[in-house]
């Protein structure tokens, strides 16, 4: 009779651990899941950035082209609406102000570079105006020593 009870107890405490272990094994499944719900969820939530953010650009692009046709149209309208000798003045003119922007980006590019050829001018000649400055120190202290060694 004991030795059933003993067994009876064993069984039982068989079981306990198996439901242990099957709870445990539920646990970590349900954990494991979640991280793969959790982590799928980020990747549809950075797909979907994604897919905004290039929509976003595509609708950019349309915008700046259809705004572009309608600058072509607007031009295109206002030439024809001017009389022929008009439209060559205004040309001429169009044409003057294009060659004075290139002539003014010109100027601005040389600008630059005697501006830069004076910096380093100027630092070449401070270098000189040192040497020359040690050179005279140098210089004054020959000739000193000269004086006391002649006397």
Request: include cysteine; hydrophobic fraction near 25%; charge should be negative.
């Amino acid at each position: 009779r004991r030795r059933e009870e003993e067994e009876r107890e064993e069984a039982a405490r068989e079981r306990r651990q198996q439901e242990e272990q099957e709870a445990e094994e539920r646990r970590q499944k349900r954990a494991k899941d979640e991280e793969e719900a959790k982590a799928r969820r980020k990747r549809e939530e950075e797909e979907e950035r994604s897919r905004k953010e290039l929509q976003a650009e595509v609708d950019r692009q349309r915008k700046r082209q259809e705004e572009l046709e309608e600058t072509k149209r607007c031009e295109a309208a206002f030439w024809a609406s001017l009389p022929p000798e008009e439209a060559q003045r205004m040309r001429a003119m169009l044409q003057g102000v294009v060659l004075y922007r290139q002539q003014l980006q010109h100027c601005r590019r040389v600008d630059q570079e005697v501006q830069d050829q004076i910096v380093s001018k100027e630092e070449a000649c401070k270098s000189l105006r040192r040497r020359c400055e040690q050179a005279d120190r140098e210089a004054a202290l020959a000739r000193e020593r000269e004086s006391w060694q002649g006397e």
